[in-house]
């Protein structure tokens, strides 16, 4: 069993920057990709960024590309997404999974409760 934290959302206008960060609790955290979603008001959660165990590979969603970065220290069992550039659309609860390499939801076995961002124009 992983357990997952997030923390770090908040209010920010347009342009502004944010760290969120998720802290996972249980055994062999190195051995998940982590990723993270978001759902904006509305049925569907988006894929945003996942990085594999070792941290050599990442993968951002178009959208976020060259804005958002995501990182990983296996020492803290944490991961982390750096938001830079925030725009009015990147508004959602932000949510870390710990899973398989992928992109799909069914790819991500465990997740957190989210974090709230919100990004005011």
């Known amino acids: 069993q992983v357990q997952l934290v997030e923390s770090g959302g908040g209010l920010v206008q347009a342009g502004g920057s944010l760290r969120l960060s998720c802290a996972a609790s249980?055994?062999?955290?190195?051995?998940?990709?982590m990723a993270w979603f978001r759902q904006a008001p509305g049925p569907e959660r988006e894929f945003v960024a996942a990085?594999?165990?070792?941290?050599?590979?990442?993968y951002n969603f178009d959208s976020v590309r060259g804005r958002f970065t995501i990182s990983r220290d296996n020492a803290k069992n944490t991961v982390y997404l750096q938001m830079n550039s925030l725009k009015p659309e990147d508004t959602a609860v932000y949510c870390c999974?710990?899973?398989?390499?992928?992109?799909?939801?069914?790819?991500?076995?465990?997740w957190g409760k989210g974090t709230q961002v919100t990004v005011s124009s």
């Open positions: 999974a710990a899973g398989d390499w992928g992109t799909a939801l069914s790819d991500f076995h465990y």
């Open positions: 249980g055994r062999s955290f190195s051995s998940y990709t």
């Open positions: 990085i594999s165990g070792s941290g050599t590979r990442t």
